[in-house]
């Protein structure tokens, strides 16, 4: 059945596009009242509400389920914001405002990576006497071990693949299956003190590697469980978990006794509990988030529509939110394998509403239309030419050009495909929505199938034998650079050693020998600027190709309650800081 809200989709968007434009022009101050006021993005490159004062209880939602709290089974990225309140990494994101927190920055190491043998080999250096949450010592070998349990996607599916990929440890599958660790030669730990990872080919950007997720956080072998070491992770950071997590329902921490604040400036320890509520409803999420009930919205991609439209017309609301941009982009990713044919996908491309597509997601409030699929804060990143359509406002498809595509794809008439979306998230439905009607104009038909977000990009989009299964063309995603270069963006979403059996980051399940030997060719370039050269000719073929559909750069609208303390804009996670919250008492 059509939901009703999409029939409103065009009014709603005008409604938020003429207060998003009165709205982005900011406040006239530049800072907060010190207990919880403020202005419009007053978080934004500032620490709003800063405090130092220790207590209270920080409550955290989601409306779907966390896919895993195993910090080296995740890979939002909210998940790995969020895992840093209860366990460190060899490298981290400094926890400050402004540029300055996309800069690698040691955390359980010393010091960043030292390269040698042309890029090949990474060493680390580890800091002596942090501990766990059993007061013991965190170890070389510990680190060791998380990395190589990553090798295993039959147990740890939802992480990045990089190291399985990178690391010379060709024909390894983990410890869950080889126990004996001196078997996983693509690490070594000459001593307690010492990491060095052994890489096949050159690659410049290892720091940022190491630096963006949770994988590098220590596991010991004794305290791992496989699959279930996500309900209780053992915490080497500042909160531990009391008891176990319950899925679908969430769980709490309290305060971890050996984490040591002074050598760690990237964190700190001020809730006396952290609740962190699943499954709770996206639009029951937001009421409680604008009563204070709830803190935070972990997603972080920003409020609903009704929300959305309080915000922006209740200047008290409006003073306690922000409309940043998020760092990560909106898109409609294609299956190659699904749908073969270019010419079929070039004229879904061409048919696309881009006009409704953008306003499901909140007009001016929700971001800019996107020309490329890398977003405008990568380094070195080109608009582009904007291949088969046009982003501009108002652009309702072209639907002379997308049935002369059907003609050269052979289906004058259009063909059916299937496409998802993740079902507790309202701007994704919306958009299917949009998308389904605009296609059926050229007999394109979409069946819609939503899944929850917990699940969607494992064991739905994110497989690819789900999505051959089920004949899926197309969905919603949303992709945040793992690190802000061409290659952090794409690689993932676009190289074909990139797809896995699950988790799989590209359900394009894009193939190409261009791009792939393009991919090939960026290792073995030292200059940032030829790389970015080469990173804009991966995103122009992707397009040309009809393998992604750009939608959005995102904005999103935060808002934070008056209670929330030490709130600023992570640009590393494009969301709000969750390693440093605290609450008023």
């Not at 059509?2 to 982005?24: E, H, M, Q, Y």
């Not at 660790?181 to 050159?202: H, M, S």
């Not at 969905?475 to 945040?480: K, L, R, S, V």
Request: hydrophobic share 35%; with cysteine.
């Amino acid at each position: 059945m059509r939901s009703p809200r999409f029939l409103t989709l065009t009014a709603a968007g005008a409604v938020a596009l003429s207060l998003g434009l009165a709205a982005c022009g900011g406040g006239d101050d530049d800072g907060g009242d010190g207990n919880g006021g403020g202005v419009f993005n007053g978080a934004v490159d500032k620490i709003h509400n800063p405090s130092d004062t220790k207590g209270g209880t920080l409550r955290m939602a989601i409306s779907s389920d966390i896919d895993s709290t195993d910090p080296g089974n995740m890979y939002y990225a909210w998940s790995n914001n969020f895992t840093r309140l209860y366990s460190r990494q060899l490298l981290t994101y400094p926890a400050k405002p402004g540029d300055e927190s996309l800069k690698p920055a040691p955390d359980i190491a010393e010091a960043l990576g030292v390269a040698s043998d042309g890029n090949k080999t990474w060493t680390y250096k580890l800091r002596k006497g942090l501990k766990y949450e059993d007061g013991t010592e965190i170890k070389a070998a510990d680190i060791k071990y998380a990395v190589a349990r990553t090798f295993d996607r039959g147990v740890l599916r939802n992480g990045p693949s990089y190291f399985s990929q990178m690391l010379d440890a060709e024909g390894y599958e983990g410890p869950f299956k080889d126990k004996n660790l001196d078997n996983f030669k693509g690490v070594e730990t000459p001593d307690d003190y010492t990491v060095v990872f052994k890489l096949k080919e050159p690659f410049a950007e290892f720091n940022e590697v190491v630096t963006f997720s949770g994988q590098t956080a220590p596991v010991p072998a004794a305290k791992d469980q496989g699959e279930r070491y996500g309900l209780r992770p053992f915490s080497s950071g500042p909160f531990k978990w009391e008891g176990n997590y319950q899925p679908g329902k969430g769980g709490a921490m309290v305060p971890n006794p050996h984490w040591d604040a002074t050598t760690d400036p990237n964190r700190k320890q001020l809730p006396a509990k952290i609740e962190v509520i699943a499954g709770l409803e996206a639009q029951e999420l937001d009421n409680q988030l604008l009563k204070g009930q709830i803190h935070v919205d972990l997603a972080g991609t920003g409020v609903q529509e009704n929300a959305r439209s309080q915000i922006l017309q209740d200047p008290a609301l409006k003073n306690s939110s922000d409309n940043p941009p998020g760092g990560f982009a909106w898109y409609i990713p294609i299956n190659v394998k699904n749908i073969p044919n270019v010419e079929c996908r070039r004229a879904i491309v061409w048919a696309a509403d881009r006009d409704a597509m953008w306003r499901a997601y909140g007009g001016a409030v929700g971001g800019d239309m996107a020309t490329s699929v890398q977003p405008p804060d990568i380094e070195g990143r080109e608009k582009g030419t904007d291949h088969f359509t046009k982003a501009q406002i108002g652009y309702k498809g072209d639907v002379n050009q997308a049935k002369a595509a059907l003609q050269r794809c052979g289906q004058p008439n259009g063909f059916s495909t299937t496409m998802v979306y993740r079902s507790d998230r309202p701007k994704e439905k919306a958009t299917a929505e949009a998308l389904q009607q605009s296609l059926s104009l050229v007999g394109i038909k979409l069946n819609l199938k939503g899944y929850p977000a917990s699940t969607y990009t494992n064991d739905q989009f994110g497989s690819p034998s789900f999505v051959a299964k089920e004949k899926i063309g197309l969905g919603t995603y949303g992709w945040h650079a793992d690190w802000p270069t061409g290659y952090g963006y794409l690689q993932a979403i676009s190289d074909g050693d990139a797809i896995v059996p699950s988790g799989n980051a590209n359900p394009s399940e894009l193939d190409d020998k261009q791009i792939n030997d393009l991919w090939d060719q960026s290792l073995k370039v030292e200059d940032p600027a030829q790389r970015a050269k080469i990173y804009n000719q991966i995103d122009d073929r992707i397009r040309s190709e009809a393998a992604i559909l750009p939608n959005v750069y995102a904005r999103s609208l935060l808002f934070r309650p008056s209670s929330l303390t030490n709130v600023f804009l992570h640009e590393g996670f494009g969301m709000y800081n969750y390693s440093t919250l605290g609450v008023a008492k």
